[in-house]
């Protein structure tokens, strides 16, 4: 399957601006395409550089999740939609590394 380099600018744009840690791309229920950003104990540093890792492969445990919904509900591959994960938040607070928090 041919992939466009669109497909991986698309995904880091939706990561910086949304501010979601991994954005997931479905192609076919066996085939995805995910960016991670990457982190240090689940805290961004806003230190001015973001990594940003792509994946191509088959969906994980949650991904599958999603696949079988989308089938059971009839939903045609490629979705549409890009899905986001966001950090989580305990108790309101952001985690911040280091017990300094960020600006």
Do not use: D, W
């Not at 600018?9 to 949304?18: H, K, P, S, T, V």
């Not at 999603?66 to 952001?94: D, M, N, S, T």
């Amino acid at each position: 399957m041919s992939i466009s380099r669109n497909l991986f600018g698309l995904l880091a744009e939706r990561i910086l601006e949304a501010g979601a840690v991994r954005a997931v791309k479905y192609l076919s229920p066996t085939e995805t395409v995910k960016a991670t950003r990457r982190t240090y104990k689940r805290a961004h540093h806003g230190r001015g550089h973001v990594e940003i890792l792509f994946t191509l492969g088959p969906p994980n445990y949650e991904e599958r999740k999603f696949v079988r919904a989308c089938e059971r509900a009839g939903e045609p591959f490629p979705v549409r939609r890009i899905q986001l994960k966001f950090p989580k938040v305990a108790h309101g607070k952001p985690k911040v590394a280091h017990g300094k928090r960020q600006p």
